[in-house]
């Protein structure tokens, strides 16, 4: 073990165990400091490590997609999240959902039990001073260390995150549902809750006059993130904008009645025993007694047990391209460097893949060495690149997609077959020149 190095890492959500866990399998001791279980942001409730506050899903698996090929990427760089997903999947369709709980459970496992891994207890109030530090502290960082961030970086910029609720399956009206997935993809995995026209209409009228939460001083300048925007807020842009968004009926035929549904919400299980159900795409901040009373009014859900209730929360990330090289290290400190959502990275996974590179770069510089970098072909060399780009002005959260990848040399008019081309050209990468 390399002793004469000290190195911290603060957060230990799915970036922060990423990192801690590169570092500590380089040989290096890593401190690990994570406030919780003594003090919980307003959306955590576990006291394990990786806790998955909004969906269960890590979005979808196939290779020929955004998000399955991230997560080859992150298994070819020896991920711990990817792999502990694999371990605590539940049916999804074509999504790698998992248990959350053991999904947690596990990941908390694996870092408690490393012997190059100390875990220190406790809030974080300032950057700590070591040889070198990796901030993942999320993007619920706590107001004492967002102030000491915000001071160091000259600000934050902020954008607003919701949750979905959460149903017991026994409560669920199975007369009222239809299992399937949609377009019959990955077999019956979602339960679908269908409305006719005049039932959709009623729930509609309820949802955009239904009253929602109160901010807290902090959450009222609101700037909602499109990628996980409130239900009753995408409905207020129209009475389909739903119905062509997460109630669409498309490619789902009620085999009660042969039909198509007027809309549909999907419900997926939520872990893997199947005793609850998540509300798919329904993020939302209305009072929890107005969820009950809307939600309620979809058949299927006519006499649902709410487990969890949907909650809105603030998320913060740094102007990264003015501030972070492309090793993700601080241009004015750079033995700092940020990892997960904080960098302006949007996703479960996109934030565990910033925080491998965080860990991996955190130890080349400790080395001398030359940053380890990968090339806008690949998926992750892509996210990392938009997140650095200084000619990126309006800076915004970046999922993984294909549209940041840079295009094909031979025009293919297929989508599928592009998007499944352009996954290889990444992976072929990673066969022919990574090595860490």
């Known amino acids: 073990m390399k002793m004469n190095k000290s190195i911290i890492v603060v957060g230990a959500g799915l970036a922060g165990c990423e990192a801690a866990f590169r570092i500590a399998e380089a040989g290096y001791p890593v401190e690990l400091r994570e406030m919780k279980p003594l003090r919980y942001s307003p959306a955590h409730k576990s006291g394990n490590f990786a806790e998955l506050v909004c969906s269960n899903s890590l979005k979808a698996e196939r290779l020929g997609s955004a998000a399955g090929l991230l997560k080859a990427e992150m298994l070819c760089l020896g991920s711990i999240t990817v792999d502990a997903a694999l371990k605590t999947r539940v049916p999804a369709g074509g999504a790698l959902a998992v248990d959350r709980d053991r999904f ?10 490393h012997p190059n891994i100390s875990v220190v207890r406790g809030e974080v109030t300032g950057i700590p001073e070591a040889d070198a ?3 993942a ?8 260390l967002a102030a000491a961030i915000s001071e160091k970086t000259g600000g934050f910029l902020s954008f607003f995150d919701a949750a979905a609720p959460i149903v017991t399956a026994e409560s669920v009206d199975m007369d009222s549902a239809f ?7 990955g077999g019956d995995d979602y339960v679908n809750c269908p409305m006719n026209k005049e039932e959709y209409e009623r729930f509609y009228e309820a949802l955009v006059t239904a009253e929602r939460a109160q901010l807290h001083t902090f959450e009222k300048k609101k700037n909602v993130y499109e990628g996980c925007m409130p239900i009753e807020v995408m409905a207020q842009r129209g009475a389909d904008t739903i119905r062509f968004g997460p109630m669409k009926p498309v490619g789902l035929r009620d085999p009660r009645t042969g039909h198509r ?53 603030r998320n913060s990330f740094i102007d990264s391209p003015r501030l972070l090289n492309k090793n993700q290290s601080l241009m004015s400190d750079p033995n700092v460097f940020f990892a997960g959502q904080i960098t302006g990275v949007e996703g479960y996974m996109e934030s565990a893949a910033s925080g491998i590179l965080a860990g991996i770069n955190a130890v080349r510089y400790l080395e001398g060495k030359e940053p380890f970098l990968l090339p806008p072909i690949t998926m992750l060399g892509a996210l990392n690149a938009y997140i650095t780009d200084a000619s990126v002005k309006s800076f915004q959260p970046m999922g993984a997609s294909f549209g940041i990848l840079p295009p094909l040399e031979e025009k293919i008019r297929d989508k599928k077959l592009r998007y499944e081309t ?12 990574v090595s860490i």
């Open 261 to 313: 549904p007027w809309a549909v919400l999907q419900l997926r299980k939520e872990n893997e025993a199947g005793t609850m159900y998540n509300l798919v795409g329904f993020q939302t901040n209305l009072k929890f007694g107005e969820q009950k009373r809307v939600f309620s009014m979809i058949p299927a859900l006519h006499d649902a047990e709410f487990v969890r209730y949907g909650v809105m929360h």
């Open 179 to 185: 299992v399937m997935s949609r377009y019959d993809r």
């Open 137 to 144: 502290a999320g993007p619920l960082v706590s107001d004492v």
């Open 422 to 433: 352009l996954a290889q050209r990444s992976l072929a990468f990673y066969d022919a020149e």
């Open 104 to 113: 947690s459970s596990l990941v908390t496992g694996r870092i408690e039990s």
């Open 133 to 135: 530090v990796v901030i």
